[in-house]
């Protein structure tokens, strides 16, 4: 087995015969098999994978169940085979498989680690893309700079074929956040990577939608701020901070509304600005920082629950200290930031842990 096709499937039922089609048309003569990784498409994309598979040895099916991801997807069809050259493209027919031989020949050479169908080069092209869609990706053409560390000119490239060599090197360091699989992987190399570009013009999509949204856009700046700051920090540590900073103007400002503007006793002040903080930090925390484990319905309202009892002991010594202190004499605002300081490092902790540790469980 030389070359393993990775293909990530949501809802592309249409596509995969087409594909496999053109994809035996142009690949004659290389021993290659194709992975497609369908994570549960409603559309029943996985059980039509699953008949073809039955009596082609060269198509394959990873099943995910309960997760979604383009870039995921990618990297545990890549982790499920042994072929010596990995490629990844997507089902929609959009990236032109007749440069694969291209893209082939020149990985043999042994000259490169990845080979990039370009739609940028010359001879290349963004097809029928629309022009809001080109002016975002130009945008984030600007962006992925920040961390490609190589000129590369089609960086948001979907489309490539690379050494499991490579792949290796690099596979530990990967964010696998989101839609650019291919950005991830040459950002996460400690050394220039060694690429060669492929033009192609992308074509239109035929059958099926897009699955680009905002949640794809929040999911790359996530994807940018791992790779700038994440091999000091956690992003999800980052982010807590910030909304536990955001959490902290809640409380002050509502302690001073209550306590200081509207002379309500320490105690009552205390408990609305805690519980209010609570909310809005279960809130925030629930959209942004554990995005990809959200929260919805039900779930919502449960993860509440547990998150308030998890957060309770917190919420408690802070409580006890802020009034301590402020019965002590010592000015509020002190009181009230040492009181978070001692109580955010058990939420953190706790929350984590319980609120959306379970229900990563859950759903697997
Ligand atoms: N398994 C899985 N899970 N596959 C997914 C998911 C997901 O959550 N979301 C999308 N896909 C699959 C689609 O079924 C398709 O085969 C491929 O990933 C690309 O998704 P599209 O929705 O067609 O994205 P696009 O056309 O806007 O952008 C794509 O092409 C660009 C150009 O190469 C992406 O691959 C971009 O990363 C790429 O830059
Ligand atoms: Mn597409």
Redesign the pocket.
């Known amino acids: 087995m030389e070359l393993a096709i990775v293909?990530?499937?949501?809802?592309?039922k249409e596509?995969v015969r087409p594909l496999l089609d053109r994809l035996r048309r142009t690949l004659q003569g290389v021993s290659y098999e194709v992975i497609f990784?369908?994570?549960d498409s409603p559309d029943g994309t996985a059980a039509l994978i699953r008949e073809i598979a039955r009596t082609d040895p060269t198509v394959r099916l990873l099943h995910?169940i309960g997760r979604?991801?383009?870039a995921s997807?990618c990297l545990e069809g890549m982790l499920s085979t042994t072929a010596s050259l990995l490629a990844v493209m997507?089902?929609?027919l959009?990236?032109d498989e007749t440069i694969l031989p291209e893209m082939l020949a020149r990985i043999r050479t042994g000259k490169y680690d990845v080979a990039i169908?370009s739609?940028n080069l010359a001879g290349g092209g963004m097809g029928g893309f629309a022009p809001r869609r080109v002016a975002l990706s130009n945008l984030g053409l600007a962006v992925s700079r920040l961390i490609a560390g190589q000129q590369l000119t089609d960086p948001?490239?979907?489309?490539f074929l690379m050494t499991r060599a490579f792949f290796e090197d690099v596979m530990r360091s990967t964010t696998g956040v989101g839609?650019?699989?291919m950005l991830d992987l040459i950002a996460s190399s400690k050394r220039p990577v060694r690429f060669t570009e492929v033009p192609y013009e992308?074509r239109q999509?035929e059958a099926?939608?897009?699955?680009?949204d905002l949640n794809i856009a929040i999911e790359y700046l996530y994807l940018v701020a791992d790779k700038l700051i994440g091999q000091w920090l956690p992003i999800r540590f980052v982010l807590y901070c910030l909304v536990g900073a955001m959490g902290v103007a809640v409380h002050l400002s509502i302690l001073w509304l209550l306590y200081v503007e509207l002379r309500y006793r320490l105690e009552n002040a205390l408990l609305v600005a805690i519980t209010v903080a609570l909310l809005a930090n279960y809130a925030v925390n629930n959209i942004l920082t554990y995005r990809e484990r959200r929260l919805r319905g039900w779930a919502f309202l449960t993860g509440l629950i547990v998150y308030a009892l998890a957060c309770s002991v917190g919420n408690l010594s802070n409580y006890a200290l802020t009034k301590l202190l402020v019965d002590r004499g010592v000015w509020w605002p002190l009181a009230g930031i040492s009181g978070l300081a001692v109580g955010s490092v058990w939420n953190f902790a706790a929350s984590s842990i319980f609120t959306w540790g379970t229900a990563a469980k859950r759903v697997g």
Request: hydrophobic fraction near 35%; proline fraction near 3%; glycine fraction near 12%.
């Open positions: 293909v990530p499937t949501f809802n592309e596509n990784v369908d994570d995910r979604r991801g383009l997807a997507d089902a929609d959009q990236h169908g739609r948001m490239s979907g489309y839609f650019k699989i992308f999509r099926g939608v897009s699955k680009l």
